[in-house]
């Protein structure tokens, strides 16, 4: 996590590895399933991760257009894989 991402989303690097999921619960409910199922779809397959979607910040509700290219870790894992989503 950058500290480009903690200005715009008023998470420390430390915040979210501690909790991951906290990024997705300040999601707007009617796009965390989304996010949610891309991230999922992302790391499983290998794929960019592409999405547009609100977020609750400091400064309000934003909206975000977020790109990555997920990569495997040494154990096969994708990388950054935790088990911190919620059930």
């Keep these: 996590v950058s ?5 715009l989303f008023g998470m420390t690097p430390a915040e979210v590895g501690a909790d991951p999921a906290a990024v997705f619960a300040m999601c707007h409910p009617d796009d965390r399933e989304k996010a949610w199922a891309a991230v999922d779809a992302s790391a499983r397959d ?6 547009v979607f609100r ?25 950054g894989t935790t088990d911190s989503r919620p059930a």
């Design 3 to 7: 500290a480009g991402f903690a200005a």
């Design 46 to 51: 290998l794929t960019p991760f592409d999405l």
């Design 55 to 79: 977020h609750a910040t400091p400064a309000g509700l934003r909206w975000f257009h977020c790109r990555s290219m997920p990569a495997r870790r040494p154990d096969g894992l994708p990388a």
